[in-house]
């Protein structure tokens, strides 16, 4: 799984402070999507209360397919490609060399009419058939998202994915955080041959 962003140390700092301050958060954040405050200034998200019973369902698309989250926020992918790392690493399987990859580019629009937090996430990939957990490899020149989209604005970066040269099938899954890491959107998974 990778992570952009917000290292653990900070956001286990960052829920402590929260949880225990019992003060109300700034009027700052007060405009971002999804976002409510409840007493104490404990966070919770519209369909997400941090309770196993009311979290939101993952949703499995097509490779090709854009999704609505239902408030105008969209997301798709596109141009799934195949590519050879030079001198490459693979931190989970121990290999190094040319290595194949997959790459592609994450799209995102805010078609709400506030501002949204997007620059919190956790993504993963599988391969193959059956599916094995892979590496990110990073390679991309721009491979985090942005950090906040205002209304009507666009954004866009680079995912990849260790795979084999006969690996057909791509899972790639990906979640979206407030900046108390609450969840704001259900994950996502995009899935498909490639």
Not at 35 to 60: C, F, H, I, K, W
Not at 84 to 90: H, K, L, S, T, W
Not at 91 to 111: C, F, K, M, R, S
Request: glycine share 10%.
């Amino acid at each position: 799984m990778r992570t952009s962003k917000i290292p653990a140390a900070v956001v286990l700092t960052l829920g402590l402070a929260a949880c225990s301050s019992g003060s109300e958060p700034d009027g700052a954040s007060d405009d971002v999507v999804g976002m409510e405050y409840v007493q104490e200034g404990m966070a919770e998200t519209e369909g997400y209360a941090n309770d196993p019973d009311t979290a939101y369902e993952s949703l499995v698309v097509d490779l090709d397919t854009e999704h609505d989250f239902g408030d105008g926020f969209t997301i798709r992918i596109d141009g799934v490609e195949r590519r050879v790392a030079e001198d490459g690493f693979n931190a989970t399987t121990g290999e190094e060399g040319d290595l194949p990859y997959l790459a592609w580019t994450v799209h995102i629009t805010n078609g709400t009419d506030q501002n949204l937090h997007t620059g919190s996430v956790t993504s993963s990939c599988s391969v193959g058939d059956p599916l094995m957990e892979s590496q990110a490899p990073v390679y991309g020149s721009s491979v985090n998202p942005p950090d906040s989209l205002a209304p009507g604005q666009s954004g866009a970066w680079e995912e990849d994915c260790f795979a084999a040269e006969d690996d057909e099938y791509l899972q790639w899954t990906i979640r979206f955080f407030d900046q108390e890491s609450a969840e704001l959107y259900p994950e996502i998974t995009f899935a498909g041959q490639v």
